[in-house]
């Protein structure tokens, strides 16, 4: 069955940093695409980032842009998300997904909160 | 960036119901949507692709259809565990957008 495993969330400050961790199993990690995506309950849904399943290139939302890097260790069967400069509005349940065929996600795993607050 | 606009924001339909939930693109975006469904407390859950095609183990009462900038997901007959929030993505290019959600309320 696959399974992805979030890790790494919790309350840092303004300005901190943190690192997130997805956890793969099931299947071939290292054929698939990955993906961020987060979640708050006022903004909804929005994707963060992507990286190739060699790790060759990435692409990120405008507003993480220099501030969020994405990146995996394909021997490891983990997806990460390094954090800096974090902003209140970074606040919000992060959640890795595989992708398939175009950029559909799925599955999603069972996310992580990240809070973001003085 | 593809503004995503689904209505209606909230339904509250009988089970049995058939349930129509549409998705407008602000631009022309192909066959390009996802539609997913998510319950209180666990992660959204694919349940249609490229804009009709059935993801493996969902129920057939769930069918999406259109192309272009409007779509729409329907369930034939609602079932007690469909009172959800479905939410359509766009995958036609970055970044990757969502609709605002709309929560199937009991009625």
């Known amino acids: 069955e696959v399974h992805l495993v979030e890790s790494g969330g919790g309350l840092v400050q303004p300005g901190g940093s943190l690192r997130l961790s997805c956890e793969a199993s099931g299947f071939t990690f290292s054929s698939y695409w990955m993906h961020w995506v987060r979640q708050t309950p006022g903004k909804g849904l929005m994707w963060v980032s992507r990286i190739t399943s060699d790790g060759s290139a990435t692409s990120y939302a405008d507003s993480v842009k220099g501030r969020f890097t994405i990146s995996r260790d394909n021997a490891k069967n983990t997806l990460y998300l390094q954090m800096n400069s974090l902003r209140a509005e970074d606040t919000a349940v992060y959640y890795c997904?595989?992708?398939?065929?175009?950029?559909?996600?799925?599955?999603w795993g069972q996310g992580t909160l990240v809070t973001v607050s003085s | 960036d593809i503004q995503m606009t689904q209505s209606p924001s909230s339904l509250s339909p009988s089970v049995g119901d058939r349930v129509t939930i549409t998705c407008r693109a602000s631009q022309s975006i192909g066959d390009y949507l996802n539609w997913y469904q998510q319950k209180p407390g666990n992660a959204p859950k694919l349940l249609i692709y490229?804009?009709?095609g059935l993801q493996s183990g969902v129920p057939s009462r769930f069918s999406g259809s259109g192309s272009g900038t409007d779509f729409t997901l329907t369930i034939s007959s609602l079932q007690p565990e469909d009172f959800a929030t479905y939410y359509c993505q766009q995958s036609d290019s970055t970044p990757y957008t969502f609709g605002q959600g709309t929560k199937l309320e009991i009625k």
């Open positions: 997904a595989r992708a398939g065929g175009v950029a559909r996600f799925d599955p």
């Open positions: 490229a804009a009709s």
